[in-house]
């Protein structure tokens, strides 16, 4: 049906028909390419591409965001660290200079310590020389009252030829004794004899011996016998000693190594009954200084 407006407002209703049966073919291929021209076959293909490109961009978006999140925290944390490594290096920094400034003082301090020291071992050794000078001055002041008192006792007894000993040492034919109280090495003892202008002990007759063996029993006393020297036993003064076998303890002298001190036994001293025993030089035991009355 067909409407038709005329200029004068009539309207005119008509019937026009077109036979599309009366050429199919022609109909039927218009209409075929008409469709297919105008109308896409396939309308998804489009939006399914959109699709996957803008999922791919918000993919990518929400990879880049975790991206810079784990980023930030990383960052972050990095941030903290290196302010708890920075805050341990400054606490270690003022640690080590407080240590330093603490070993500079105890190393100013060891310094006055050891010149404190050294100022005290000076003194010390001057206190030692005075006291060795006061001890030679109060054995020169003994020395002459024994004297004095020799002197006096000769002129009560009008007895000229009388010999006197020091106060503390015994008379004996015509040489004064010593006999310590305190024990020492035997290289001690050697020297603290030659102190009082005597030697340590050497014996020269048996009336001597008994003599002195009546003194040290039960003790033990060192005399001037030693096999130091030479390997061989002699006197201090180096007179050789004709060894006598009863004059030691049974099986000595042995020169037994075995007591921990080093080396062998090279001095000889007094045992309990008076007869010889060497020993160790390191011992310490008492001793016998022996000097001429006249000399000392």
């Not at 022609?26 to 699709?51: K, Y």
């Not at 001055?137 to 010999?163: F, G």
Request: aromatic content about 10%.
């Amino acid at each position: 049906m067909r409407v038709v407006t005329s200029d004068s407002g009539s309207v005119a209703v008509g019937n026009q028909y077109t036979d599309e049966m009366d050429n199919p073919e022609a109909s039927d291929d218009t209409e075929f390419w008409r469709r297919d021209s105008s109308v896409p076959r396939f309308v998804t293909a489009p939006s399914i591409g959109r699709w996957r490109a803008c999922a791919a961009i918000g993919v990518t978006a929400v990879m880049v965001l975790l991206l810079i999140i784990t980023v930030s925290v990383s960052h972050v944390k990095f941030d903290r660290k290196f302010s708890t490594t920075e805050t341990n290096v400054k606490n270690l920094t003022e640690r080590l200079l407080s240590i330093i400034s603490r070993a500079n003082a105890l190393q100013e301090y060891g310094h006055k310590i050891r010149l404190d020291l050294t100022n005290l071992e000076f003194e010390q050794e001057i206190m030692h020389s005075t006291m060795n000078d006061m001890s030679e001055s109060a054995q020169d002041l003994r020395d002459k009252v024994s004297e004095l008192k020799c002197h006096i006792n000769k002129y009560i007894n009008n007895n000229t030829q009388e010999l006197c000993c020091p106060g503390g040492w015994l008379l004996f034919s015509t040489n004064c004794y010593f006999f310590s109280d305190d024990g020492m090495p035997w290289d001690a003892a050697r020297d603290e004899c030659e102190k009082k202008r005597a030697k340590l002990l050497i014996l020269n007759s048996k009336q001597e011996k008994s003599f002195v063996v009546s003194k040290t029993r039960p003790l033990y006393y060192w005399l001037g016998l030693t096999d130091g020297r030479t390997g061989e036993w002699e006197w201090l003064d180096q007179t050789p000693y004709v060894h006598v076998r009863s004059e030691w303890m049974p099986g000595q002298p042995d020169n037994w190594q075995n007591h921990g001190l080093g080396g062998g036994e090279d001095c000889a001293h007094f045992h309990q009954d008076g007869r010889y025993n060497d020993d160790h030089c390191s011992r310490r035991y008492r001793y016998v200084c022996k000097a001429h009355a006249s000399s000392i």
